[in-house]
Each structure stands twice: as structure tokens, then as C-alpha cells.
């Protein structure tokens, strides 16, 4: 089931995980800041939790896989 969430203008698609969602958002933030490592954490930090994220022009999409 794919659902959509937007957070200022940010729109993170995905499962309807509300933590995942905000670990999604977070990343967002971080790559806005320029702190690369931190979203590359939370990256793998996702990736290891089976979830894989795609960003697009509106924001990320994620799906467990």
C-alpha cells in the first residue's frame, strides 16, 4: 500500500511507515545542510532495516525489498 506524506514541500512516498518516514525526512534534511555523512548513514542505517530509498524531483520514494 503506498501512501505520501509532505513535509515542507518535501514529499516522502513509501509503505506508510511513520518511523521509516521520518528517517527518510531526515536524510532529506541532512543532504539539504550538505552533511553528506549523515545521510549516507541513515542510508545504510535504512538499507539494513530491508529498505531501499529512491529520490526524485518531489522529495524520496522508499519500498522494503
Known amino acids: 500500500r503506498q501512501t ?13 511507515d511513520p518511523a521509516i518516514d521520518a528517517l527518510v525526512l531526515r536524510r532529506a534534511q541532512a543532504k539539504k545542510a550538505r552533511d ?4 549516507d548513514s ?17 522529495g524520496a ?3 522494503r525489498v
Open 42 to 58: 541513515i542510508r545504510e542505517e535504512l538499507r539494513a532495516m530491508g529498505v531501499e530509498v529512491t529520490d526524485t524531483k518531489e
Open 4 to 16: 505520501t506524506a509532505s513535509q515542507g514541500g518535501y514529499t516522502i512516498t513509501g509503505e506508510g
Open 61 to 63: 520514494s522508499w519500498r
Open 36 to 39: 553528506f555523512a549523515q545521510a
